[in-house]
C-alpha cells in the first residue's frame, strides 16, 4: 500500500516539540533552583546591550508590560540586576545587569554549554553552529518584537 504524499515529507514541528522538550528537561537540571529561561534570556539582553529603559526590555523580551514588571521584581530580588529612575524622565526606569548578575549569567552557560555538549553530541561543531543560525533567523521571523506580534498581541 502506498503512503499518502502528505506523510512522505520530512515533517520538522514533531522534531522539534520532541527536541524542546528533551532541551527543557536538561535545561531545568542545568539551571539554578529558582532561574528560568525567561530570567536567563533577561540577563543575556543586559550583558550585550547594556542598560535599557524597563519598556524597551519589555518589547525586546516580547513581553506584556505587567509581566516584565513580575520578571524585574524577581532578578532584582536576587540582587542580579539593579533599577533606577531615568533622570531625564522620572516615570521611566534604567535596568542594568548588576556584578552578581553578571556572575550569575557566566555560571550559567558554563552548565548550558555541558547540557548542550551533551544533547547535541551527535552534531559536529559546524552543524551546531548552523543549527543556531537556522534557529535564529526560524524565531526572527516567527516572532518579530513585541508590538508586532503574530500572535495577536501575546508574547510569542
Known sequence: MAKPQAMTRQEIMPLIDHLARV??????????????????????????????????LGGALSLDPSNVVGLLNELEERGLIERR????????????????????????????????DEMFSAL???????????????VGAACPPYGASPCEGEPC
Request: no cysteine; proline share 4%.
Open 23 to 56: 532541551g527543557r528537561r536538561a535545561l531545568d537540571i542545568a539551571l539554578s533552583d529558582w532561574l528560568r529561561p525567561r530570567h536567563v534570556v533577561a540577563l543575556r539582553l543586559l550583558y550585550e546591550r547594556g542598560p535599557m529603559l524597563q519598556h524597551a
Open 85 to 116: 529612575r531615568d533622570p531625564a524622565d522620572r516615570r521611566r526606569h534604567i535596568v542594568s545587569l548588576s556584578a552578581a548578575g553578571s556572575a550569575e549569567l557566566a555560571r550559567t552557560y558554563v552548565r548550558l554549554g555541558l547540557a548542550e
Open 124 to 138: 559536529s561543531a559546524n552543524e551546531r553552529a548552523t543549527l543556531y543560525e537556522l534557529l535564529v533567523r526560524a
